[in-house]
């Protein structure tokens, strides 16, 4: 009986959220941070449906909508993390260093612990990666941070038919100089690459001469199949790099064989922001506190974010996740400010341009009539070190509350609040 009581108070409780979105809810008195225009004093937001429908100083709120005051409170569009690794996922092995065919949509758990560190910090579209010591570790996948039980609650795909749900993840530099079957050098790291790229466009050939006899196609090759994505512009490579030398290097190698690409990491930015504002290819840049990790790594400068601003490269931020926790990605845009960035290019690098960067500004990054409903309310100043995320919203759908007590355990928690094996603290 007890079990029946529960489950019609699921259900009307259920029935409840459904109509909520078809209410409008509007957030009134805050301080808005569109991204793609000026700041809105003592502004509205109103939502409908897992969409924004209005955002202004002066707009009419409707009759039936449910108001709340957010007065003194900062209103900006939710986080986009453009490279994490969250979700303990996996990539390529040592079997070979290139794996186009290998998924993080297999890979992926989607009620990992380690995501509520994502809702906590205000990230609601993040690009996970599998690992990076591969030339070419296989196919990422884009995700917001709903909750869900299965993959496809959080997955943003872009065609669902062909499983086109991410980009691809790429690398060069010490990262995949190994013992064999791995490569030894750059040089030998390059020359890899271009081999099997080479091999993907003489299949893509192949597969066009037979378009009107399917017997004569080639026998099907995942692998091809990743690559052919690449050169269709159906997928971004996302490419892992440090060194000066490393990011040209990956640069050549796109303009080659003509594929988007988004570069990562760029610990020597700095050294050559000209050349690639130049080659007109954006930059997700990561910064840490401390040194350490790779020698390659050693001149990392965060005014990067600066000098790329100023040749006029587009600029994005990403936590590498566990690199950076991703409760502190506001802080790197805040780092790169104090080193000469402007604020709103960092604004913009924390939100609309790593949109851009997953080709996803069309739904997310900023706050337009129309676009989903991601949002995330501060205690203050985005870029204040006393500034706290205090909710975040997906689509209309409040996942991230530090009012729930539970909730603020995952955002102040330490350790034991999030390893996948340990339980989880309350206290």
Known sequence: MTHRILLALLCVFSVHIIKAQDTPVAYKGALIYTINSTPIENGTL?????????????????????????????????LVDTHSHLGNGSGGDRSGALHPEVRLLDAFDPMAVNLMKARAGGLTTINIMPGSGHLMSGQTLYIKTRKGKVIEDLTICKNVAMNICGGMKMANGTNSIRKKPFPGTRAKSAAMVRELFIKAQEYQKKLL?????PEKAPARDLKMEGLIEILEGKRIVHFHTHRHDDVLTAIRISKEFGFKIVLHHVSEAWKIADEIAEANVPVSLIFIDSPGGKMEAIDLDPK???????????????????????????RSAAIAVREGMTKPKALEGLTLAGAKMLELDDRIGSLEKGKDADFIILSGDPLSVYTHVEQTWIEGIKVFD????????????????????TTHVHD
């Open 46 to 78: 109103i939502v409908q449906n897992g969409k924004i429908l209005a955002v202004g100083a002066d707009i009419q709120i409707p009759d039936n909508a449910k108001v709340f005051d957010v007065k003194g409170k900062v209103i900006m569009p939710g």
């Open 209 to 213: 001469a037979a378009k009107d006899s």
């Open 304 to 330: 990067s974010a600066a000098a790329l601003e100023k040749a006029g490269a587009d600029v994005a931020f990403h936590t590498d996740d566990p690199i950076t926790d991703s409760r502190l990605l506001l």
């Open 402 to 421: 530090t009012a729930n007590a539970e909730d603020k355990a995952y955002a102040v928690g330490g350790y034991n609040v999030y390893p996948e094996a």
